[in-house]
């Protein structure tokens, strides 16, 4: 069985950009409390209606391939290898087009969390662009995830139990499991947008894969588990 694990990383478009209109509908629930006003300015990257995507990285879980899609801004012009990772510079929509090129043949995708961020943010900002998907991401939820059953395998979803025990980070998760944590080696979620200002577009690519090669890890130990 082919099987493909990702990860994307995201970012917002800045608070000035927006229109009023926009402003004030992002922080019609925040009233004059500063806090909320302040978080809601610092989550744009959240959601694909006010950020786009600027990485993804896959793995072939049979070949061993894999391959970062990024944004440098133009930055870098020709493709890399780097620890037998291929990485690949263009725009948000060339970063998709890939990305479907890559899943297109595969049975499964792996994620962890991606069906409550990955996959939604994907399909939003592939309508942006005009592009159609070449792989159900968002397929049914509660169909058998065991090993090879279900299109999508969540990771995130599996080790709660869809919300019957406590969901935990995957960087916990992984420190718990002794696998090495994407997070070692200094940058994290919060920090990317901050790198990409900066122009550091090399450090959140090999960061994105990490995140994948550890959520590889972790499958390959829930696959350990299961009783078929």
Same mark, same amino acid.
């Given at each position: 069985?082919?099987?493909?694990?990702?990860?994307? *990383?995201?970012?917002?478009?800045?608070?000035?950009?927006?229109?009023?209109?926009?402003?004030?509908?992002?922080?019609? &629930?925040?009233? !004059?409390? *500063?806090?909320?006003?302040? !978080?809601?300015?610092?989550?744009? +990257?959240?959601?694909? @209606? =006010?950020?786009?995507?600027? =990485?993804? +990285? @896959?793995?072939?879980?049979?070949?061993?391939?894999?391959?970062?899609?990024?944004?440098?801004?133009?930055?870098?012009? %020709?493709?890399?290898?780097?620890?037998? @990772?291929?990485?690949?510079?263009?725009?948000?929509?060339?970063?998709? %087009?890939?990305?479907?090129?890559?899943? !297109?043949?595969?049975?499964?995708?792996? =994620?962890?969390?991606?069906?409550?961020?990955?996959?939604?943010?994907?399909?939003?900002?592939?309508?942006? #662009?005009?592009? $159609?998907?070449?792989?159900?991401?968002?397929? &049914?939820?509660?169909?058998? &995830?065991?090993?090879?059953? &279900?299109? #999508?395998?969540?990771?995130?979803?599996?080790?709660?139990?869809?919300?019957?025990?406590?969901?935990?980070?995957? #960087?916990?998760?992984?420190?718990?499991?002794?696998?090495?944590?994407?997070?070692?080696?200094?940058?994290?979620?919060?920090?990317?947008?901050?790198?990409?200002? $900066?122009? %550091?577009?090399?450090?959140?690519?090999?960061?994105?894969?990490?995140?994948? #090669?550890? =959520?590889?890890?972790?499958?390959?130990?829930?696959?350990?588990?299961?009783?078929?």
């Amino acid at each position: 069985m082919n099987r493909v694990v990702f990860d994307i *990383e995201c970012v917002g478009v800045s608070w000035d950009s927006l229109p009023e209109k926009s402003q004030k509908s992002l922080l019609r &629930n925040c009233g !004059k409390d *500063e806090f909320c006003i302040q !978080k809601e300015k610092e989550s744009l +990257a959240l959601w694909p @209606v =006010t950020g786009k995507i600027i =990485t993804i +990285a @896959v793995l072939d879980t049979k070949t061993g391939e894999a391959q970062v899609f990024f944004d440098s801004k133009g930055k870098v012009k %020709e493709d890399f290898l780097l620890d037998g @990772v291929l990485y690949k510079s263009g725009d948000e929509k060339q970063i998709l %087009e890939w990305f479907f090129e890559f899943v !297109k043949y595969v049975d499964q995708i792996v =994620t962890f969390s991606g069906r409550r961020f990955d996959c939604p943010y994907i399909i939003f900002r592939s309508m942006v #662009h005009g592009l $159609r998907p070449s792989f159900d991401l968002m397929p &049914n939820r509660y169909g058998n &995830n065991r090993k090879g059953y &279900n299109p #999508h395998l969540d990771l995130a979803d599996q080790l709660s139990y869809f919300g019957g025990t406590r969901r935990f980070s995957l #960087h916990l998760i992984c420190e718990a499991l002794n696998i090495t944590s994407p997070k070692e080696e200094g940058i994290d979620g919060s920090q990317v947008e901050d790198f990409y200002n $900066r122009g %550091e577009y090399k450090k959140i690519a090999r960061y994105c894969m990490r995140d994948v #090669h550890a =959520t590889h890890e972790l499958m390959k130990k829930w696959d350990g588990v299961q009783v078929n």
